[in-house]
């Protein structure tokens, strides 16, 4: 694309200020000019091709362009009776350079970034147009019926709009003009306005209005002119952007976006917590600190602060930026409300969102899916936990018992309060692994199946898994599960202090159920983190004390000693629907025992919230079976249905369609993506 600049005027309504220069050389402040400025724009928008049609002051124009070393290349294309015709001759005088997509533009016209950009995105052929602006006397405006513009000019006043002469022009409607600009100006018509050729062409060569409404886009014609425009240039050079980034892999859209808002103003740049990106996103591979350097290092940012919430409500009352920059992808989905939020915190003291289409590149969804394989490995999940754990007051787990409801537990999100809310990993209990293939939960399903479906789960998630180990066995034998659990890229296991045959803890004393020694359990912790490799890996201890109404005296015993053991945490479980008993044990196990990991299933005591285990000192809140439970009643719900209707269609309220369901798979969705 090449830059055309009209300066062949003779600028005589600026009096003393153009004696010496044409009027594209007039200072609007100490530092630009008017051309300085718009040739900056050009090459930091990537042009580097100008033509510029001159005329009085020739030389002089030439020789400052070239004392600005910018790195464009300037035709200089002289208009040989500049005083004579108007810029209609200019064009005709350059039409051999002219055979390009071009932006075409007055010498005397000053814009902000933002307009050129926006010019620049318009897929079509455009001219600048104001819908807010009074409709000049003397200027230009343009007739628009049916979005489109259909004549230029000052006479016009009917179903105008306020224009500018800056324009996109595409080869094909640029042509077209120019062909008709050639006509007038052979048959000796070279007092008029290009666009009087335009109009006569207008069915032919389609051009459509750009909106800017109130964004800077004016000409300087007399020194009143160049007041009001100067005094708004110094006002944009105060003005300050608000963006915010949660990625910790920065792309070419990435940058664009940034060099963008970069041109608005003062550019701040949010970085999401790790806390926020991992309850909302993904877990963040880079942490909040490097992630901040990368983004400090990006040129055009000024500052980079943290963003505590996905709500941007706090940082923006605190900073009242003029502009907040996001992509265009938020209007729609989970990040609707927070983008509705952003608006009316907006309105309260003026500011303005500013969107840009997001990026849709190919590689750019590639290079995300392969950083979401990366997390997926067992060397970079393994690990997890233990940093959630350092990350967040509560970490919640749900189970999962096949790649589906791993998948649900992976990418179901809450947005509540301008916080998402997602579950943090996933429980794989033999309970639920069980069940889902119809056997009893004895230990009947071998450590080989439930591997089976570790993989299953593990080859279409990201987030950490705890294994419901059951007894662990005989101490031979969990020395080795534990360790191929290890890796794998299992987070943690969970072992009962019971033996024997086992039996589902919340039957509690209705069956016979035998709880190890204190000696024996803590020697199979023993030997289980001596048989790790790694200090990722957490071995939690749960005791069935309350359960088995052993007292609270004996589960804090067994607590203290399993820690001592090794135990990386303690889950104590219980059957009781009052949480009178957790709540205690919890308080007396914290005021001796301030950092090892506390471990709750409310199943039983199901009323307590996130927050109030959180008050006693809960780290971990695994939700073990609800999946499993919700399923089964819905399903033989339906099977019912189709038997009573002896069809399928009664049934269907209650099944999610297809479609909605394949959403929810990895490569469905990202191969839907790049098609």
């Known amino acids: 694309m090449k830059a055309v600049i009209l300066n062949s005027g003779m600028g005589r309504r600026m009096g003393a200020l ?72 200019s064009l005709y005088s350059a039409k051999d350079h002219l055979h390009d997509d071009i932006i075409l533009m007055h010498g005397d016209l000053v814009f902000e970034n933002i307009v050129l950009d926006d010019l620049l995105e318009f897929p079509g052929s455009c001219m600048i147009v104001s819908s807010t602006a009074e409709l000049p006397e003397k200027d230009f405006k343009a007739v628009v019926k049916d979005n489109q513009i259909r004549k230029i000019g000052i006479e016009f006043f009917d179903h105008a709009l306020a224009a500018q002469p800056f324009y996109k022009l595409q080869k094909s409607e640029w042509k077209l003009w120019l062909t008709k600009i050639s006509e007038y100006c052979e048959a000796g018509n070279t007092g008029c306005y290009a666009e009087n050729a335009f109009n006569e062409i207008s069915d032919k060569c389609v051009l459509y209005p750009l909106d800017i409404k109130n964004l800077l886009c004016s000409e300087i014609d007399t020194s009143d002119d160049l ?32 060099n963008k808002a970069a041109k608005l103003g003062s550019l701040t740049v949010g970085i999401l917590t790790d806390e926020v990106i991992a309850s909302f996103k993904r877990f963040p591979i880079l942490s909040f600190e490097d992630r901040k350097k990368i983004i400090q290092n990006i040129k055009g940012v000024v500052e980079v602060i943290p963003q505590n919430t996905l709500s941007y409500a706090e940082n923006l009352r605190n900073l009242h930026p003029d502009y907040v920059v996001h992509g265009d992808e938020w209007k729609t989905g989970f990040q609707r409300p927070i983008r ?8 309260e003291y003026g500011g303005e969102l500013i969107e840009y289409p997001y990026s849709k590149d190919r590689s750019y969804a590639l290079l995300e ?52 809310y997602q579950f943090d990993g996933m429980w794989v209990s033999s309970l639920c692994d069980s069940t889902a293939k119809g ?160 471990v709750v299933v409310p ?60 959403t929810l798979i990895p490569s469905s969705v990202f191969e839907e993506e790049i098609r």
């Open 18 to 89: 153009t004696k010496d220069h044409p009027k594209c050389m007039t200072e609007l402040s100490p530092r630009e000019t008017i051309l300085s400025r718009q040739l900056n724009q050009l090459v930091n928008a990537g042009i580097s091709d100008v033509v510029i049609t001159t005329g009085l002051f020739d030389t002089v124009l030439m020789e400052y362009c070239h004392s600005l070393s910018l790195p464009v290349t300037i035709t200089f294309i002289k208009n040989p009776v500049y005083d004579q015709t108007n810029y209609i001759y």
């Open 227 to 258: 007041a009001v425009v100067s005094n708004r240039v110094a006002d944009l050079a105060k003005k300050s952007v608000y963006m915010c980034f949660s990625t910790d892999v920065i792309h070419g859209g990435h940058i664009n976006i940034i």
């Open 340 to 347: 509705d939020e952003v608006i009316v915190v907006l309105q």
């Open 369 to 420: 899916n392969r950083v979401r394989d990366q997390l997926a490995v067992p060397e970079a999940r393994r690990g997890r936990l233990r940093k959630l754990l350092g990350m967040k007051k509560t970490v919640t787990v749900i189970e999962a018992h096949s790649g589906i409801t791993g998948l649900i537990a992976e990418n179901t999100t809450v947005l509540q309060d301008g916080k998402a």
């Open 439 to 598: 056997k009893p939960d004895i230990e009947l399903v071998d450590i080989s199946s439930r591997m089976r479906t570790i993989d299953d789960i593990m080859e279409v998630t990201t987030k950490p898994i705890i294994l419901d180990g059951d007894t662990g066995g005989l101490i031979e034998h969990f020395t080795y599960n534990i360790r191929t659990m290890e890796r794998v890229g299992v987070s943690a296991v969970i072992i009962e202090d019971k033996t024997g045959l086992k039996k589902n803890s919340l039957f509690g004393t209705d069956v016979d159920q035998t709880q190890d020694t204190i000696e024996n359990f803590s020697a199979k912790i023993a030997a289980g983190k001596r048989a790790l490799k790694t200090k990722e890996f957490m071995l939690i201890a749960r005791i069935e004390s309350l359960i088995l109404e052993k007292g609270m005296t004996d589960a804090l015993t067994r607590a203290f000693a399993y820690v001592a053991a090794g135990a990386d945490g303690i889950m104590i479980h219980s059957r009781k629907k009052d949480p009178t008993e957790i709540f205690t044990f919890c308080d007396l196990f914290r005021e001796k025992d301030a950092t090892t990991p506390l």
């Open 603 to 662: 199943t039983s005591f199901n009323t307590v919230t996130e927050e109030e285990f959180s008050m006693h000192g809960v780290n971990i809140v695994i939700y073990a079976n609800q999946l499993t439970r919700s399923g089964i009643p819905v399903m033989e719900n339906v099977a019912k249905t189709i038997l009573t209707h002896h069809r399928a269609k009664e049934a269907d309220d209650m099944c999610m369609p297809i479609s909605e369901i394949l």
